[in-house]
């Protein structure tokens, strides 16, 4: 398999590669397949795309579905009209998902925004993320460095929490918006919420949830606000 590199305005036809690094100007004009793909400058997909390794660190607009087997690292501009299917993810930059996301393990530190739907094993975020429909997945994680809105979240293990070195230095406190929290074990702070729904379930400082509905066994601080439970 070939390896391809375009310094400055290029194409791609269809075909199978072995490494793609575009630090021009490129198009990929139909359906490919690549070991390896890095974006140094900017690049669209028009048609279907796999490979086992996607780095974005420049600007990158894909058309169609695509599928990274392996890794995505995102610290430039990238933004997908349809489905992203992906091992782990590791996001510096903006990624923006038009469809729905299917994901292995999230590690957010700039911006994810998903219009659809969103499939995790492990969802870890520092940064922000914005997810219009469902993020359902086995492990969520999120340290409130920035304010996120999600839709619903339904999950087995899910934790919510300020960050724990700026404390005390940051202006104002981020929240996470939802209108439903189900899981099995919850733990949450800085949450703004209609329906919190689970086993054991912690609602910490800085919440305002509307109703919990608990089988197990049910914390809430002093200073958060639950208007029935």
Known sequence: MNNIKIMGDGTIGKGEFNNITIMGNGKFLDAIKAKKIKILGEAEAREFIETDNLTIMGEFKSLDDIKINEKLSVSGDSSFKKSVEVGEISIKGDMKISNDLKVKTTNIY?????????????????????????????????????????????GENITVKKPNLINSIMRREHKLYSNIIEGDNINLTNVECKIVRGKDIVIGKGCKIERVECSGKLTIDKNSEVKYK
Do not use: H, P, Q, R
């Open 110 to 154: 700039g911006s994810l925004k998903v219009d659809n739907n969103c499939e995790a094993e492990i969802f870890k975020c520092k940064g922000e993320a914005n997810i219009k429909g469902l993020l359902n997945c086995d492990v969520l994680n999120i340290e409130l460095y920035n304010s996120c809105t999600i839709n619903e979240i339904g």
